[in-house]
């Protein structure tokens, strides 16, 4: 088993999955990830707190993927927070989920105010009949793959970046509801997507992979806008997804949208009609790149 959040399920996180699985099929057994719900910045320091990645549906889809049998969720709270080391080894790893092996990054920290480490969680293990490894961290560009690293480039846009932190495209679920209706009448009909995900790549125009819920074989195409549209006034933050090549009623349906690249800033046109021609250019550059990039994040 390992021990962590897994927020985005990065390279590191995919690191340590594929050295548990290795470790729980030599021995014929169970694969578990242990992770927290909230993320702990929740509950001891929420106006830092981040958004966070991805759900914790997601996490456990990924993480299936990848191996793992059991994603065991932990409630994180005040109280937890100030469980000593070897307490918690003891009471959740040695006994509430029997462990025998934990694998965990280097520079692992856990208990109150983060004393155990992993040579102590080594000391521990001895004692309570588990073995530890701990194992170095991934890098990308000289750095620590981390999830704040991830975060960072999906909030300046830098699709592209994430794709590299993450090994796979950066996704978003959620649900078609009812919009203005103002692609149709442009004759570009868009999907207005209520985002399950808490974080959004920065505004701009984005290649798309998508997926609708229901249909995991069939991979759609898609130009998708995040912004507020400035060429009608502006507004509340939105998702828009014109999906190529299709027809059909998407409404309430639950979609999967991976953002394989950043074509453009969002920017506001003078007239409807420059709108329009721009948006015919930024199908014809998705078309080139999503040939590239088929649905790299689904």
């Known amino acids: 088993m390992t021990v962590g959040n897994f927020d985005g399920v990065h390279r590191g996180h995919q690191a340590l999955a594929a050295a548990v699985v290795q470790e729980a099929r030599a021995a014929a057994g169970t694969s578990i990830v242990l992770c927290f719900d909230p993320h702990p910045s929740r509950v001891l320091s929420p106006e830092r707190a981040p958004a966070t990645l991805m759900t914790l549906e997601q996490r456990a889809e990924v993480l299936g993927k990848l191996g793992i049998d059991c994603l065991a969720v932990l409630p994180f709270t005040r109280e937890l927070s100030q469980e000593p080391a070897e307490a918690f080894a003891r009471r959740v790893l040695g006994g509430a989920l029997g462990a025998r092996v934990v694998i965990v990054g280097a520079n692992f920290r856990f208990g109150r105010g983060r004393a155990g480490d992993v040579t102590g969680l080594r000391g521990l293990g001895e004692s309570l009949g588990f073995r530890v490894s701990g194992i170095a961290p991934v890098l990308q560009e000289g750095a620590p793959i981390s999830s704040t690293r991830v975060r960072e480039a999906v909030a300046r846009g830098d699709v592209s970046a994430a794709r590299e932190l993450l090994g796979r ?45 229901g249909e995991p074989s069939r991979i759609l195409r898609a130009v998708v806008n995040i912004g507020r549209r400035p060429t009608f006034g502006g507004g509340a ?61 689904l």
């Open 169 to 213: 495209a950066f996704f978003v679920d959620g649900v078609v509801v009812q919009g203005k209706g103002r692609g149709r009448t442009l004759g570009i009909p868009t999907a207005n997507l209520d985002p399950l995900n808490e974080t959004l790549p920065g505004g701009g125009v984005y290649a798309c992979s998508c997926r609708l819920a």
């Open 237 to 297: 933050l939105l998702l828009e997804a014109h999906l190529l090549d299709f027809d059909g009623d998407l409404y309430g349906r639950s979609l999967r949208v991976a953002f394989e690249e950043r074509l453009r800033d969002e920017r506001r046109f003078a007239v409807k009609e420059a709108l329009l021609a721009q948006i015919h250019e930024d199908i014809a550059a998705a078309r080139v790149v999503l040939e590239k990039l088929p649905g790299t994040g």
